[in-house]
Every structure is written in C-alpha cells, then in structure tokens.
C-alpha cells in the first residue's frame, strides 16, 4: 500500500492505521456484518500489500475498540455493535439515535391511568391517592430492542398528549411542540441490574442478563416534575459516553 502525499507538510498514516480505517469502514457501512466472518491474516496481507505485524496491528486496535473478537482455531468475527448516546445534554430516545446516525422507533405496549407507588408519586409531587398515566414502550434501534421504558405523568401534563403517535416521537417532542412546555433539567440515578424474565422478554435477552437501569425525573424551567421514568437498557448492547471537566476548587 503506497502513501500518496501532496503535501511534503502532511504526515502519512501508518501502515497498520491505514489498515484498520479501511476494515473499521467495511464494518460501519455494513460491508461486514455482525457476527461475520473476517477474511484470514494471510488475505489481508495480499489485499493491502503489508507485513503479517501490520495486520495483526490493526486487528490488535479493533479489537480493542469493540468492533472485532477472536474465537482460537476459528478466526476473527464482526462484533455486535454497541450503541453510544452522548448524556452531556438531555436528549429523547429519538433524538439520541440521530446524533449518531441511527433510526429508532418505538412499540407502544400500554397506556393506563392509576394511583402511583409511593416513591413515583413522591418525584412527581403528587398527593396521596392522585393518579398518573403510566406509559410502557420498548424502545428499538435498526429495528432491535434496546431499551424498555415506563413512564409517569402527571394527568395535567398527559392530558396534552392528546393523539400525538408515541410510537415515532419521543415524549420530549410533545412536551415541547404539543404541550408548549420547555424541558429545564433532570434529575438521573443510573445503576446495573440483573434481568427478570419479563424485562428479559421484551429485550430479547436471557433471564438474568445484565442491564442498565436509569431512574429519571424531567423538570420544567421553573423545576417542576412533568415526568418519571424507568429506563432499562440492554446491558451488551449499550453505553453512555460524555465528556466532563474537573471542577475548580476554592
């Protein structure tokens, strides 16, 4: 493989780093898919005009990021993707997926009216005995379950929901374009968990799977509760990426 340089300023990519682009592209555009196996070491060799060490090299940094595994005595396979949404900014389901290029969809499994537990209400600063809609949706991206979420609120809040299509919109496009509410903030607990057989069910996955749980309450501006949620992602499926500072002291 020959560096074309048009620029004696530019600095050529290495060898191994030219190899793993070329194959990191192949697996995003889909060329490999999931589960697929990779050609051996001795045709990429031939393919890219490299040493064996060049390609193990940049075999060694795929691998490294997730987008290969090696099985002994089998080869090298394409991994299943894992999905990463940025949580520096309060984002929808919806609108996460498109950051990164993705579609997403959602089943709606129910939509029912009743009086909340305790710690629900409590969040949505509901008094004892008022009622809350409850929405359950499993969350799909490329048209695989993700996420399972079960969501409260308060009646006055669902109340402008009206025939919105909860199946295609994120909760936060309504609050804001059907209900005129601006979103303020969020309060979030994250924590991992084993999988029910029911949660196991909806995502697909065998019981006692691990998955991430998110406990969320969205606030208006003025820091009242418009809802509460549950969020469960699949563990091997998903993760959250962000970029934080370190906080000045004194």
């Known amino acids: 493989m020959e560096n074309q340089l048009s620029d004696v300023n530019v600095v050529p990519m290495p060898l191994f780093q030219q190899v793993k682009e070329s194959i990191r592209r192949k697996i995003l555009d889909g060329t490999y898919a ?3 196996k990779l050609p051996s070491e001795r045709q990429m060799i031939e393919a890219f005009s490299v040493s064996r060490i060049t390609v193990r090299q940049a075999l060694s940094q795929l691998q490294r990021d997730g ?10 396979f394409v991994s299943l993707a894992k999905a990463q ?9 919806g609108e996460s997926a498109a950051s990164i290029g993705q579609a997403a969809f959602s089943k709606l499994i129910s939509i029912t009216t009743e009086v909340p537990k305790d710690t629900v209400a409590s969040c949505l600063k509901l008094a004892n005995g008022v009622r809350a809609t409850r929405i359950q949706r499993l969350r799909y991206l490329n048209c695989e379950p993700l996420a399972f979420d079960i969501t409260y609120a308060p009646t006055h809040v669902s109340d402008g929901f009206g025939n919105a299509d909860l199946e295609q919109r994120d909760l936060f496009d309504v609050l804001e374009n059907e209900c005129g509410i601006a979103i303020g903030s969020a309060r979030v607990n994250l924590e991992s968990m084993i999988c029910d057989s029911e949660l196991a069910g909806f995502l697909n996955m065998e019981p006692g799977s691990a998955a991430l749980h998110i406990e969320r309450t969205i606030l208006d501006r ?13 563990g091997d499926r998903f993760r959250f990426g962000m970029e934080i500072v370190r906080a000045h002291l004194g």
């Open 85 to 93: 949404f940025d949580v520096s900014t309060l984002k929808g389901f």
């Open 222 to 234: 003025s820091g009242e509760p418009l809802l509460y949620e549950n969020l469960f992602y699949r």
């Open 34 to 36: 999931p589960h697929q």
């Open 67 to 76: 987008l290969i595994f090696k099985i002994n005595g089998k080869g090298t």
